[in-house]
Each structure stands twice: as structure tokens, then as C-alpha cells.
């Protein structure tokens, strides 16, 4: 075994892995809760996404509709984090070897690194264009926004039928 897999092992051991697994109510309850993340998270960047495409709210500044919706974009975001930590502690052996939540993870990260390329280039010079038709840069960080988080839940929703029948998780 390697030393992520015995870390992974481990979790699923700790008191809140046997919780998560064993607790009827708790898994689907922490699982709906990372739903309603995903829902904050993807429809505040979308609306934001949508914006800097040029084709909806373009009355709007774009650093108004920001300010507006990255914080609920951050408040969903958090919540994913949490309840992502306690489901995947729930069966993270199973987790560790699974290209489906590999994939997952890497889109995560992808959508991280173009949001922050998006913030140190494009948002930087946003005074200059924030009524106005948005530069390419900024249409094509909106774009790839909507296709990673998309990617994203379609690989969660996909990672959760690839373990339904798991032994982890509590019987439906």
C-alpha cells in the first residue's frame, strides 16, 4: 500500500469515516447539502460566466454583477469543500482509485487556475471595459467556467452511480 492509500484508509477508519458510512440519515443528508453547493457555485460563476460572453445582462457592469454573485460563488465553493471533505472520507479507498473522481478533482483544480488566471489578467483592466463588449481573454475564461463546472457536476453525478453499489454507502 502506498502512503496516500493508507491515509485514505485511515479516514474512512476515523470516527466521522464510520460515521458517514454507517449513519442512515447522514450521508444523503451531506450529500444534499453538497448539491445545494454545487448550485450556488455553478449558477453564481454562470451568471458571471454568461455576462462576460457578451450575451446576457450586458447593461449591467460586469464588476457589479461580480460583486454580486462571487460571494456566492465563495459560499458555495465552501460548502463543497466541507461536505466534499466528508463524503469523500466516507470511502476514500474507494475514492483513491477511481479515474471518475480523479477526473473530478482535476477539473476543480482547472477551474480554480482559470478563474485565478482570469483574475490577474483580464478582471485587472476591467474599468476599461466593464459596459462595454468584453475582451477575448475574458469571453473565453467565461466560457471555459461553464463547460469545467459542467464537466464537473457531470463527473460527480457520474462518480456517484460508479459507487451506488457500493458496500460504504448506506442502503437506499
Known amino acids: 500500500m502506498t502512503p496516500a492509500y493508507e491515509f485514505c484508509h485511515w479516514l474512512t477508519q476515523t470516527y466521522v469515516g464510520q460515521e458517514m458510512q454507517g449513519n442512515?440519515?447522514?450521508?444523503?443528508?451531506?450529500?444534499?447539502?453538497h448539491i445545494m453547493g454545487s448550485v450556488a457555485l455553478v449558477a453564481s460563476t454562470s451568471i458571471l460566466s454568461l455576462r462576460l460572453s457578451g450575451f446576457f445582462l450586458k447593461e449591467i457592469p460586469v464588476s457589479k454583477i461580480a460583486g454580486q454573485f462571487l460571494p456566492w460563488a465563495w459560499l458555495g465553493f465552501a460548502?463543497?469543500?466541507i461536505t466534499g471533505t466528508l463524503l469523500f472520507m466516507s470511502e476514500a479507498t474507494l475514492a483513491y482509485d477511481n479515474v471518475i473522481f480523479q477526473v473530478k478533482m482535476a477539473l476543480i483544480v482547472l477551474a480554480g487556475i482559470n478563474a485565478l488566471v482570469f483574475q490577474q489578467t483580464a478582471y485587472r483592466r476591467v474599468k476599461f471595459w466593464d459596459l462595454s463588449n468584453p475582451p477575448f481573454s475574458a469571453k473565453f475564461a467565461g466560457y471555459a467556467s461553464i463547460v469545467i463546472w459542467f464537466a464537473v457536476i457531470a463527473a460527480g453525478r457520474w462518480l456517484?452511480?460508479?459507487?451506488?453499489?457500493?458496500p460504504v454507502l448506506p442502503p437506499t
Request: charged letters at 5%.
Open 24 to 33: 442512515a440519515y447522514l450521508f444523503p443528508t451531506v450529500e444534499a447539502l
Open 79 to 81: 460548502c463543497q469543500v
Open 160 to 166: 456517484n452511480s460508479s459507487v451506488a453499489n457500493s
